[in-house]
């Protein structure tokens, strides 16, 4: 397990959270991480997560098609930089907070690079299968 720096791009939210890249990082087809370029890590333990700075600059992505679930998307108001997803799902076992990887400062190239890929299907709304398709992820 490693403690991780991370932050947006013009450096006003910075946050530590713990995880294992080679435990498995997550991408989607779905219509939202399409549009986000989301990937993602779930962290092992969400009380792990710890927001060092930049509260006031956090927004979170309207979420247009209410589907009535917790969970919530944030970004750095000023630059954009997508930052981390929490929420509370009980399909996936409750509270959990997952971190965007490209808001990490400290993996290393090689790390991201041997960090498996997950690609969930959740276009299709099954996100425990594969994506029967990838490479425009
Ligand atoms: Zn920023």
Known sequence: MTRYHGSCFCGAVRFEAECDLSQGTSRC?????RKMR???IRLPDPASFRLVAGRD?????????DDGLDM????????G???????NLSEIGGHFVMVCINALDDASEAEL?????HHADGARDAWADPAPETRHL
Not at 29 to 33: G, H, P, S, T, V
Not at 74 to 79: D, I, K, L, Q
């Open 81 to 87: 930089t997508r930052l981390w997803t929490e929420g």
């Open 38 to 40: 989301y990937w993602e």
């Open 57 to 65: 600059h956090l927004a979170e992505t309207p979420r247009s098609q």
């Open 29 to 33: 087809n779905c219509r939202f991480c």
């Open 72 to 79: 919530h998307h944030w970004f750095c108001a000023t630059c």
């Open 113 to 117: 690079i041997a960090a498996p890929v």
